[in-house]
């Protein structure tokens, strides 16, 4: 498979997470906001959580989409997923108490293992794209 096409496979495969991820925040804000209170935060990083998430993941996914700030989008989703990978990390560890989760719809259906998995693909993906693009360019 040419690169260029790779590339772009991967690219719209980061776009559409984010757009799943980003948009059902959105379209379900109160439900996302009880579930990021429902975390182990503080309740003023829930709260900035929960205002700060998904304009971030719809502006990752908007950076994906144009080739100008590609390189950017890149790297963003990259730290997302790597925080969230993380934080997923801790649940599978026990390091807290309680583990509700309000992803996008597809998502939610994983069991924490699976969202594991998931993520470290996603993590590969978004790294091995930003190695075509630089490769590309």
């Known amino acids: 498979m040419k690169k260029s ?3 772009e496979i991967i690219t719209a495969m980061l776009i559409l997470l ?3 991820s980003g948009f059902s925040k959105v ?3 109160s439900g996302f906001r009880r579930a990021m209170h429902n975390q182990p935060f503080p309740f003023w990083f829930a709260e900035l959580l929960a205002w700060t998430i998904p ?12 080739a100008k700030t590609r390189l950017y989008g890149l790297y963003a989703s990259l730290i997302l997923l790597v925080l969230f990978t993380g934080y997923i990390v801790a649940i599978l560890f026990g390091v807290f108490s309680k583990v509700p989760c309000n992803c996008g719809e597809f998502i939610q259906s994983l069991s924490w293992g699976q969202h594991l998995v998931f993520n470290l693909v996603f ?3 978004a790294c091995y794209d ?5 490769e590309l360019s």
Do not use: Q, T
Request: charged share 15%; hydrophobic share 70%; no cysteine.
């Open 5 to 7: 096409l790779l590339y």
């Open 18 to 20: 984010f757009i799943d």
């Open 27 to 29: 379209f379900d804000h």
């Open 55 to 66: 304009p971030v993941e719809i502006l990752v996914m908007v950076a994906l989409i144009y």
């Open 123 to 125: 993590v590969f993906l």
């Open 130 to 134: 930003i190695k075509l693009i630089k």
